[in-house]
């Protein structure tokens, strides 16, 4: 599983207000050695990006996406590796950079 690459995951079930169903994930780390890894949900629902800790995603030849989305990063989890599905594509260095310094901001204490 490569790290920063898109990969369709299933997040079912959801719980109160966490994203669900199966849906395109970037993997932000892959902790192989306990088979987790470490994900950002992507939504379709562009109004989204008005929330705070949001990053927009394309639709390019790199992605693969079949349409914008937004990384809400805000919703960094970590799931069992046994929830990826198949590689979709992969973010470019910007996009990897904008995320790593949102989680910083996000988990400073």
């Not at 849906?23 to 705070?52: A, G, M, Q, Y």
């Not at 809400?72 to 929830?83: A, D, E, G, N, Y």
């Amino acid at each position: 599983m490569d790290e920063y690459g898109i990969y369709y995951a299933d997040l079912n079930p959801p719980t109160g207000h966490e994203q669900g169903g199966i849906r395109p994930v970037i993997v932000i780390k892959s902790i192989s050695e306990l088979d987790l890894c470490v994900i950002v949900p992507l939504t379709t629902v562009l109004k989204h990006i008005n929330l705070p800790y949001t990053m927009q995603i394309n639709k390019t030849d790199s992605t693969n996406l079949k349409s914008d989305s937004i990384a809400l990063i805000f919703h960094i989890r970590t799931i069992s590796s046994k929830r990826i599905k198949e590689k979709i594509g992969k973010i470019d260095e910007y996009q990897m950079n904008k995320i790593k310094a949102t989680i910083k901001a996000i988990l400073s204490m």
